[in-house]
């Protein structure tokens, strides 16, 4: 059997691996689209490096565009086999990839038009909303902890993740001949422990061979429970002192609801400030409204609170905001607020207006709450540049910049190898990491080394290996 890297390999985003069974069944682990300001990201989102036509199955972790983005390509390329997921996932890819494809659609407009400057060929777009629609058929739901048997050679369980609505580590028993099987896990991304509405990451079955993410590897997050005083805190200092403005970029699923969420608790416990908050992200508002639907991701306490605020994504002052206008017409508010508004890494969306609107005024804060990667204007704010490119134009930043990685939905290194404990380290044939940079991945293989974990691989672009 074999196991080559398409993406996610010594670098953050684009999470593709394609297993070759020994019969010649080809799984492709995740379809992502490689994000941000990555070398040769155009050239990666464009050429996959296999044959779309050739692969049987594809199964899904979760529904980042990370790790789900591409599918509508391979789609448009060929691809007619199933897609593997959990109920949950479906549901966000349903809302997500047209969104991404909206997104291709318009980017590509701004891209053409300055190579058509340039006298430029321009170039044809990813996937439209025809090929998301197409992709979307092909779709098969399998809820966690049921086992399926995906034909006589591959048989397939999902895992709790915890890292996002519907997440899921992907365990596969692979027959190899004469009654033996190769069981092989692959994390996708690993939540946190104790998030205030997803389950903890939940333990597997003890597996020959893992493929783990290592986005975090490196580092430790502050204590969750200091959260909401954190945020409350950053919230009275910019809108009740300084009278300022509050912009807080984040991914529309799940790290949006975390945060008003515990804006929610914090209003009904009587300690936010009577501000407006505005959710300006019309993904955002889908998303909400699809969560509210899932209750078999939640965990037992956020059940309780639901049983006591039947709405903990609504409180007074809270404005979900879809249509454009209204948007733009946040621009002229001079009031003290708070605004929410995707992406996460401020790379996309209204986002990014928001800041260029907010960055020139030291009385505003942005509040970063979640991994960015270096090259995204996220990430360049929270290195501490002192001037940014917005839309191709410079601007000094004399907001505030602050950072909460409470809100990180990305496990880290304690957190991995807590999780790992359900793995007996003799029993681990070889563990590859993916999904990180490379020198965050070298400190995690030196943690699990320690832990007794050997054959530790750090795959490189294309590479592959035989199991």
Not at 125 to 145: P, S
Not at 244 to 251: D, R, S, T
Not at 361 to 370: A, R
Not at 455 to 461: E, F, T
Request: with cysteine; hydrophobic share 35%; charged share 25%.
């Amino acid at each position: 059997m074999q196991i080559q890297f398409y993406g996610a390999a010594q670098m953050v985003t684009g999470s593709k691996h394609l297993i070759t069974t020994k019969n010649g069944t080809k799984i492709l682990l995740d379809c992502g689209l490689v994000q941000g300001k990555s070398i040769g990201r155009d050239d990666l989102n464009r050429h996959f490096g296999f044959q779309p036509v050739e692969i049987d199955y594809l199964i899904l972790s979760h529904a980042h565009i990370d790790h789900s983005g591409l599918i509508p390509r391979l789609v448009k390329q060929g691809f007619k086999g199933l897609i593997f997921c959990t109920p949950a996932t479906k549901s966000l890819c349903e809302i997500m990839l047209a969104d991404s494809a909206h997104i291709q659609t318009e980017d590509l407009k701004y891209i053409n038009k300055r190579r058509g400057k340039k006298d430029l060929r321009p170039l044809e777009d990813l996937y439209d909303i025809k090929d998301v629609e197409k992709a979307l058929k092909l779709f098969v739901e399998v809820g966690y902890d049921e086992h399926l048997k995906i034909d006589k050679e591959i048989n397939l369980c999902f895992t709790d993740a915890g890292h996002l609505l519907g997440s899921a580590f992907v365990n596969l028993d692979i027959n190899i001949g004469s009654g033996k099987k190769t069981r092989l896990t692959f994390t996708g991304d690993i939540g946190r422990y104790n998030d205030p509405i997803l389950r903890d990451p939940q333990p597997i079955r003890q597996c020959d061979y893992l493929i783990c993410e290592s986005t975090y590897g490196d580092r430790l997050h502050p204590s969750v429970t200091d959260a909401e005083g954190a945020l409350l805190k950053i919230v009275k200092d910019t809108c009740v002192i300084k009278r300022g403005k509050l912009i807080i970029p984040a991914f529309s699923v799940d790290r949006t609801q975390e945060i008003i969420f515990t804006l929610d608790k914090a209003a009904n416990a009587g300690t936010l400030p009577n501000i407006k908050v505005f959710v300006d992200s019309p993904l955002s508002v889908k998303a909400t409204d699809i969560i509210r639907d899932h209750k078999e991701c939640f965990r037992d306490e956020f059940i309780e609170y639901v049983s006591k605020d039947p709405d903990p994504f609504g409180f007074k002052n809270l404005t979900f905001i879809s249509d454009l206008e209204e948007s733009k017409a946040l621009n002229s508010l001079k009031e003290p607020c708070i605004i929410i508004s995707a992406s996460g890494m401020a790379e996309a969306g209204r986002i990014k207006h928001h800041i260029k609107n907010n960055i020139g005024n030291p009385n505003n804060t942005i509040l970063l709450v979640g991994y960015c990667t270096p090259e995204s204007l996220g990430g360049r704010l929270k290195n501490g540049d002192i001037t940014v490119h917005i839309f191709g134009n410079e601007y000094a930043v004399n907001a505030e910049v602050k950072s909460l990685d409470y809100y990180s939905a990305h496990a880290d290194y304690n957190e991995i190898l807590k999780w790992m404990e359900c793995l007996s380290p003799q029993k681990v044939k070889g563990i590859f990491l993916v999904h990180g940079e490379y020198d965050v991945q070298l400190s995690l293989k030196e943690k699990m080394l320690d832990k007794g974990f050997r054959h530790i691989s750090i795959p490189k672009l294309g590479e592959r290996y035989e199991v």
